[in-house]
T-cell receptor
Framework: GNSVTQMEGPVTLSEEAFLTINCTYTATGYPSLFWYVQYPGEGLQLLLKATKADDKGSNKGFEATYRKETTSFHLEKGSVQVSDSAVYFCALFTQGGSEKLVFGKGTKLTVNP | ETGVTQSPTHLIKTRGQQVTLRCSSQSGHNTVSWYQQALGQGPQFIFQYYREEENGRGNFPPRFSGLQFPNYSSELNVNALELDDSALYLC?????????????FGPGTRLTVL
């Protein structure tokens, strides 16, 4: 079946540090890949997405590249801010099965000033 | 602000009871999906509705059922509640539910089963 494995948290960084959150996936067919973010006390928000191999999604300084050869979609940001503290979820969507959007377990990021 | 709303915000029920959770999708979105998010976990797909018909179901028992209405509202019904049903329930709306489509999530309903 389809699944997403992402880096175990929590991750604690200082402001302006470089961020990488690893995400790998297993899927039948050709999934679309997403990163969602959940700020404290709020619902899930789409951060970025990529719908085919080698696509790069980007938003708010975050980037992720769809790597079909390594089945990965790692999230990166060059300089994190305190306001980036949140839980980040990697997800895939494939029309091949009944599962629709499949999420990883989430990685909690805390950025200290 | 995604334009997707859910009610109620919080709910407490006892084991064996039934519950109905409600969602109002963005206008024009034909697809609504429901997810269960246990504490510390990622959301798990329950089912999806497209134009009032069920269009995919995750690994949840039949006591989880849903309805979608023409006015972009929808319901999640859970019968015979169990303690493990305690979770945050999220609905998400999208245009057509395709893999390239973006799903917009509501803030969720926190259900506690005692």
């Amino acid at each position: 079946g389809n699944s997403v494995t992402q880096m175990e948290g929590p991750v604690t960084l200082s402001e302006e540090a470089f961020l990488t959150i690893n995400c790998t996936y297993t899927a039948t067919g050709y999934p679309s890949l997403f990163w969602y973010v959940q700020y404290p006390g709020e619902g899930l928000q789409l951060l970025l997405k990529a719908t085919k191999a080698d696509d790069k999604g980007s938003n708010k300084g975050f980037e992720a590249t769809y790597r079909k050869e390594t089945t990965s979609f790692h999230l990166e940001k060059g300089s994190v801010q305190v306001s980036d503290s949140a839980v980040y979820f990697c997800a895939l969507f494939t029309q091949g099965g009944s599962e629709k959007l499949v999420f990883g377990k989430g990685t909690k990021l805390t950025v200290n000033p | 602000e995604t334009g997707v709303t859910q009610s109620p915000t919080h709910l407490i029920k006892t084991r064996g009871q039934q519950v109905t959770l409600r969602c109002s999708s963005q206008s024009g979105h034909n697809t609504v999906s429901w997810y269960q998010q246990a504490l510390g976990q990622g959301p798990q797909f329950i089912f999806q509705y497209y134009r009032e018909e069920e269009n995919g179901r995750g690994n949840f028992p039949p006591r989880f059922s849903g309805l979608q209405f023409p006015n972009y509202s929808s319901e999640l019904n859970v019968n015979a509640l169990e303690l493990d049903d305690s979770a945050l329930y999220l609905c998400a709306s999208s245009l057509d539910g395709s893999p390239t489509d973006t799903q917009y999530f509501g803030p969720g309903t926190r259900l506690t089963v005692l």
